[in-house]
């Protein structure tokens, strides 16, 4: 299983992503989800990934062939809706070729992907991309997406992100976002992948990766924790 949240805000876009792939409980693996796409001057482009490990491999892979290959890739799309529009038909090409060579074997070949980033000429913008190759995007109303396992995340999302939240208070509440899903669904775990993007700087090299023995995440987890305790102490009583 996986997780992932990407924000689309007033100054720009934040991505987080955990990079844990499981398949039972004797079968863990770590794969990157995130995977960036870049000329430096008019496209910048950010991939999170859900699902099966082999299709979403197959879709960066074309992805990034085609950029060389082809003459209609990532790099000559005019626009973010026609880049989403253009990775659901791949990824719906992929399910649908391997489901037909019979590869499957009754495993879910499906996936999802939050697809960010910037052309220039327009706004920043995100896009969730279902396995049927369709898509949403994110709206000031509703800021942000996630895949995989949310649930545990999305609380805190709620109550904190809205589009006029600061880049930098975005990544801290996703960061929190995370460690709450780590602590209660083992499918998810460090390292983490982390980006900001910044509106009009076409650059997508704001990144890191937080592994289990980063001070400032071990900081960021223990003041939540913490945090949390305290203030439930300090909560009124309930009477009967």
Same mark, same amino acid.
């Given at each position: 299983?996986?997780?992932?949240?990407?924000?689309?805000l007033?100054?720009?876009?934040?991505?987080?992503?955990?990079?844990?792939?499981?398949?039972?409980?004797?079968?863990?693996?770590?794969?990157? =989800?995130?995977?960036?796409?870049?000329?430096?001057?008019?496209?910048?482009?950010?991939?999170?990934?859900?699902?099966?490990?082999?299709?979403?491999?197959?879709?960066?892979?074309?992805?990034?062939?085609?950029?060389?290959?082809?003459?209609?890739?990532?790099?000559?799309?005019?626009?973010?809706?026609?880049?989403?529009?253009?990775?659901? =038909?791949?990824?719906?090409?992929i399910?649908?070729?391997?489901?037909?060579?019979?590869?499957?074997?009754?495993?879910?070949l499906s996936?999802?992907?939050?697809l960010?980033?910037?052309?220039?000429?327009?706004?920043?913008?995100?896009?969730?991309?279902?396995?049927?190759?369709?898509?949403?995007?994110?709206?000031?109303?509703?800021?942000?997406?996630?895949?995989?396992?949310?649930?545990?995340?999305?609380?805190?999302?709620?109550?904190?992100?809205?589009?006029?939240?600061?880049l930098?208070?975005?990544? =801290?509440?996703?960061?929190?976002?995370?460690?709450?899903?780590?602590?209660?669904?083992?499918?998810?775990?460090?390292?983490?992948d982390?980006?900001?993007?910044?509106?009009?700087?076409?650059s997508?090299?704001r990144?890191?990766?937080?592994s289990?023995?980063?001070?400032?995440?071990?900081?960021?987890?223990?003041?939540?924790?913490?945090?949390? =305790?305290?203030?439930?102490?300090?909560?009124?009583?309930?009477?009967?």
């Amino acid at each position: 299983m996986t997780y992932c949240v990407a924000m689309r805000l007033a100054d720009g876009l934040v991505f987080v992503a955990d990079s844990r792939t499981n398949a039972g409980v004797d079968n863990i693996s770590t794969f990157r =989800k995130l995977f960036t796409f870049g000329n430096g001057r008019d496209h910048a482009l950010v991939l999170l990934s859900a699902g099966n490990l082999a299709t979403t491999q197959s879709i960066v892979e074309l992805l990034r062939r085609r950029i060389n290959e082809a003459e209609e890739n990532l790099m000559t799309l005019p626009s973010m809706y026609d880049e989403a529009a253009y990775i659901g =038909k791949l990824m719906r090409e992929i399910i649908d070729r391997d489901t037909h060579n019979q590869q499957s074997q009754g495993v879910d070949l499906s996936c999802n992907l939050l697809l960010g980033g910037q052309i220039r000429g327009e706004a920043p913008r995100l896009f969730q991309i279902y396995p049927q190759g369709n898509f949403i995007e994110a709206s000031i109303e509703t800021p942000y997406f996630q895949i995989g396992e949310f649930k545990y995340g999305k609380p805190i999302l709620d109550r904190i992100v809205q589009y006029d939240t600061p880049l930098e208070t975005a990544l =801290k509440c996703g960061l929190i976002s995370m460690d709450s899903t780590i602590k209660s669904n083992l499918t998810v775990d460090l390292p983490l992948d982390i980006l900001i993007y910044e509106t009009n700087s076409f650059s997508v090299s704001r990144t890191r990766q937080i592994s289990a023995d980063d001070e400032e995440f071990l900081q960021l987890r223990k003041g939540w924790g913490e945090g949390i =305790k305290k203030l439930f102490n300090e909560l009124p009583q309930c009477s009967l």
